[in-house]
Each structure stands twice: as structure tokens, then as C-alpha cells.
């Protein structure tokens, strides 16, 4: 089957691997739709290690191929949605309701971070009984594919912020998750909903997401407006949702005394915090953590919000791609090209409609000798098998 490999932070390639068999308690299911998430731009930039070797992706929706033992009420050929996070239902985590932390901290994470992951034309599911939410007929593939982690996620920080009927909610940044953590406001019962951010496709989407607000921070003085607009107080829940030092601090100055900061980005560097932000520690405001819940159930509530037209996802999916594309998707999505917001990945060729693709530069500063040209990079899989069999490098540098 052709796998995305991650192989060196910078470097990872199209390959062949062989279709996982199910062991007791799994199922293989054929990827029929996958997506790249931020989380793994920064594998790939080496933020966030994995081992070499490791098949990335943690979202899909496919079809059953294979049973493994011990699963009951799931058969070949059934349609099914995969979370980002496969707990396993029984540690003691999973019994506390702490099921993103199964075995250990983002232990539930397991897809493309500690096992082979999705971006990939079979998966193999761990503790599938579990984690496999049948997908009714009447929804697509790419109404419900967002749902197993962007949407989990951004919603997410939204339910842990506790945000309240009537509250006032400011959302730092609104790349997919923070649009989504706009849309979990919206659902929550907001009364008003401020989005920060400078792109203006995003700031269209935040509109149509939920957002009442819009504040484009190289405009203006997010702060000083936010104070203005909830008259001197601040806001009743802050969500940071890009994971830098400069938006977990603006979203703590921006809450007010007794206020919640809800933290869903994902930090790669030191975060500190300033003591005049957190009142010397004495202003009673919260700080709450996420990390996308999972399981089936979790899956099941999510698409009753699509069924029941309480959210489109559907518009965040801007760009297709095939998997033999997938490479090439990675740059793309990762410099933010054309607009993009979320990539589908399909294990068949692209559709015809296919937005064009520009030529692209690696995200390292100059190329290395294994850095492909865009037209190497255009190469089908059977063209760097060749190549890896003549001994050259078969990585692509992005």
C-alpha cells in the first residue's frame, strides 16, 4: 500500500508498505478519505518528535477491509469515522472520563504519532470497538472526515472554557481549530464571539463560522479594543488556539478577573507567563488545557451536528489532492498557499476540479541535494521506487 513515511525532521516520502493485518481487538480499514493536520507540520518540522519511520496522519474516514478477534457489531464493508484519538476505553484514565490521556499524557493520541498512522491507503485501528463510529448513509466523506480531530478539538475549548449562555468569548487566532473553536462558541450559547486574525481568508470564514467580531491585529490594538468593546471588564473566555507565546499572553491580559483562558495550541517552544497578565497570581482567572477528545462516542454526538445541519464543515476543505499528491500537499498547506485552510487527501487520483498547484520552495532555506525540483516532486510513486532502487536518497526535503 502507498504510505506516507516520515523519516528525518524536514524529510518525508511517498513509499510501499505492506497492508496491516488486525491483531485481536483491531481493524484494518481502507482509507477513503485522510487530511494533513498542523500537528503534523510540526513532526515534520521536528517540534514534535516520532520515530523514523512512521506512517503520518491521524484522521479518516474509510471502509472496513479486515476484522481482527475479540470485535463484535462491525463487518467488512462498513463505513466508518476514526478520531484522532483512540483510548482505550479501560485504564484508568479512560474510566476517570480522561480519555484523550489514555495510558499517559496525550497517550490517546496514537494514529501517526506512536503507531502507523492514516495518511496511508489502509489503517490499522487500535481497540476499534471503541473507537469506530458508523457513518450514516446520508453524510459524505468529507461532511464528517474534520469532525475526528479539528472539529473534536476546537469544540472542545469551547466546552472546557465553560463557556456560558450570553458569555463573551475572544478566539486568538482562527486557523481551522480556531475557526472551529469559533463555531463551538457559537454552539455553546456565546453571546458575543471576537475572532483575532490578520488572513483574510480566515477572517471570512471566522465571519461564517459564528464570529460577531472580527479584529485584524495588524490594524489594530486587540487589547485596547477588546477592553473597549466589553466595557473596561475583558472577556468571560479567552481561547488561544495557535500555541505561541504572544497569543497564550494577549488571550490572558484579555479575560477578565475570574475569567477562563482555554489553551488548545499546540506549543513548540518555552511559554512563560508575565506576572501584571495573571494579577501576581491573585486574579482568580483559569487556565484549561486540551487535547481533541475521542472515541466513538464522541464521533456519533459530532455527527448528529452535521446531520441535523447545526454545522458545515465543509467549507474549510478547500483544496483536494490524491495521495500520490501528498507530498507535494504538505508544502502547500504548510506555506498557507492559495488560501488554504484544510487539505483532502484521497487514496485515488485527484478529481478533475483540482485547484492548480503553484511551484513551491522547501521550508528549509535553500535546498539540500535530496530536495526535490517541483517537477521531481510531480514523480509518481512508481518513479521514487525506481530511484530508491538505484540507490539515491528517497526522501523529498519540505
Known sequence: MRSLVFHKPGCIALEE??????????????VTLTTICGTDLHILKGEYAVK??????HEAVGIIHEVGQGITDYKVGDRVLVGAITPCGQCGACLNGNRSQCGGPAGGWKLGNTIDGAQ?????????????????????????????????????????????????????????IGLCATAGARLRGAGLIIAVDSNP???????????????????????????????????????????????????LRSVRPGGTVSSVG????????????????????????????????RMRRL????????????PLLTHHF????????????????????????????????VTPLPDFLPF????????????EARRSALEIRSRESEGEDRCYEV
Do not use: W
Not at 508498505?17 to 481487538?25: A, D, H, I, K
Not at 463557556?163 to 482562527?174: E, H, N
Not at 455527527?303 to 465543509?314: G, S
Not at 500520490?324 to 476540479?353: C, M, N
Open 303 to 314: 455527527m448528529e451536528l452535521i446531520a441535523h445541519h447545526r454545522l458545515d464543515l465543509t
Open 201 to 251: 481568508t480566515r477572517i471570512a470564514m471566522a465571519q461564517q463560522m459564528g464570529a460577531d467580531v472580527i479584529l485584524n491585529f495588524t490594524e489594530t490594538n486587540v487589547l485596547e479594543e477588546i477592553r473597549r468593546i466589553t466595557g473596561g471588564d475583558g472577556v468571560d473566555v479567552a481561547i488561544e488556539a495557535l500555541g505561541t507565546q504572544s497569543t497564550f499572553e494577549n488571550a
Open 17 to 30: 508498505r505492506p497492508v496491516p493485518t488486525p491483531g485481536y481487538s483491531e481493524v484494518v480499514i481502507q
Open 322 to 353: 490524491s495521495l500520490s499528491q501528498i507530498v507535494e500537499a504538505y508544502d502547500f498547506f504548510g506555506h498557507q498557499r492559495d488560501g488554504v485552510l484544510k487539505v483532502a487527501i484521497t487514496p485515488a487520483p485527484a478529481p478533475p476540479a
Open 120 to 176: 496511508a491507503e489502509y489503517v490499522c485501528i487500535p481497540y476499534a470497538q471503541a473507537n469506530l463510529a458508523k457513518i450514516p448513509d446520508a453524510l459524505r466523506d468529507a461532511q464528517v472526515i474534520l469532525l475526528a480531530d479539528i472539529a473534536s478539538t476546537g469544540i472542545a475549548a469551547a466546552e472546557n472554557g465553560s463557556i456560558q449562555l450570553g458569555d463573551s468569548v475572544a478566539i486568538f487566532a482562527q486557523g481551522p
Open 364 to 375: 528549509a532555506q535553500g535546498r539540500s541535494k535530496a530536495c526535490e525540483t517541483p517537477s
Open 266 to 297: 499546540v506549543y513548540s517552544g518555552k511559554l512563560s507567563i508575565p506576572l501584571e497578565s495573571f494579577d501576581a497570581g491573585l486574579g482568580d482567572k483559569k487556565i484549561v488545557t486540551t487535547l481533541c477528545p475521542g472515541g466513538k462516542e
Open 52 to 57: 523514523q519511520g512512521l506512517i503520518l496522519g
